[in-house]
């Protein structure tokens, strides 16, 4: 029940809720990704991060400078991603439509 507990304590500010749903979009994202698409400055998105990895809800693999989060692969994070997924509201709505914005950009630092 403790692992549990620490997943929903993971979940239970609205930032980092934030960042998991649009996590739960997308395979992977790089740090700079959520930073613009959650306009949330670097070091309070990088803050939420590293709660969401001690918590179990994030992993996170460097590649060069950027380095990339990803939801874990187990039932719970499964679970928890379709609740969010099912629950968006339209702040969750518009922090997707400035990722779509930014996902589609080539010219982006960590392409």
Not at 22 to 42: G, I, K, N
Request: charged share 25%; glycine share 4%; net charge neutral.
């Amino acid at each position: 029940m403790s692992e549990l507990s620490s997943l929903f304590k993971g979940l239970a500010d609205h930032s980092r809720l934030r960042v998991f749903y649009l996590l739960c979009l997308h395979d992977e994202l790089c740090v700079c990704y959520l930073v613009e698409a959650l306009a949330l400055p670097q070091s309070s998105v990088s803050r939420h991060l590293g709660k969401l990895k001690h918590c179990g809800l994030v992993t996170a693999e460097r590649r060069g400078k950027w380095v990339y989060y990803q939801l874990p692969d187990n039932e719970a994070v499964i679970s928890l991603k379709q609740l969010v997924l099912a629950q968006a509201d339209e702040c969750n709505h518009s922090d997707a439509r400035r990722l779509r914005a930014l996902c589609g950009n080539e010219e982006h630092p960590c392409h």
